[in-house]
């Protein structure tokens, strides 16, 4: 048996079932790929064939980024408007650095 290394030509239905052993990926899926840009395919006489090294690239370019989401705003007490919350936190910041001349900690 040859063996294959990341540079190696196969066929694009082979290197699906080598690349994706689990299944779900098919020499139409790879196509796809590369209509999209994702995939360099070589086309010679008339067949595709792509590497297990251009199928790690497509996999870079497939990644999906997680989200950042903002943090939410703290929501204000009920009674308090948001109007209410930076004068809060002024007023928190400056017990606070009252507390620190004082040598004590607000709890």
Known sequence: MTEI???TPLRLAKAA???FPGGGMT?????KEATRGRLVIERIAGKDYTTLAAIARMRELCRIEPKI???RRPEPA???SENDLP???????????????RGQRRT
């Open 87 to 101: 004068r809060i936190r002024l007023d928190r910041a400056l017990e606070d650095c009252a507390s620190r001349k």
């Open 78 to 80: 009920p009674g308090l």
């Open 5 to 7: 290394s990341p540079d």
């Open 69 to 71: 989401t903002p943090s």
């Open 17 to 19: 079932e080598v690349a």
């Open 27 to 31: 020499a139409s899926g790879l196509r």
